[in-house]
């Protein structure tokens, strides 16, 4: 798995969680600073670990 980071066509920063087999797993929201992107995906690494899944079927 990892994180992909690219400019959409707005000019916009987004990135895509992608599996191994290079399906997309997630997309964000679009950013105006690259940074704010890979501030994002550093939130996600650190966070992910302890963030428990919620069944709301």
Same mark, same amino acid.
């Given at each position: 798995?990892? =994180? ?5 066509? *707005? &000019?916009? =920063? $987004? =990135? $895509?969680?992608?599996? +191994?087999? &290079?399906?997309?797993?997630?997309? +964000?929201? &679009?950013?105006? *600073? ?11 690494? +650190?966070? *992910?670990? &302890? ?7």
């Amino acid at each position: 798995m990892h =994180f992909e980071i690219y400019k959409d066509k *707005a &000019g916009e =920063f $987004r =990135f $895509r969680v992608k599996a +191994s087999n &290079g399906n997309v797993l997630a997309s +964000s929201e &679009g950013y105006k *600073a690259k940074a704010s992107a890979v501030n994002a995906i550093d939130r996600i690494k +650190s966070d *992910a670990a &302890g963030a428990e899944t919620i069944d709301n079927s």
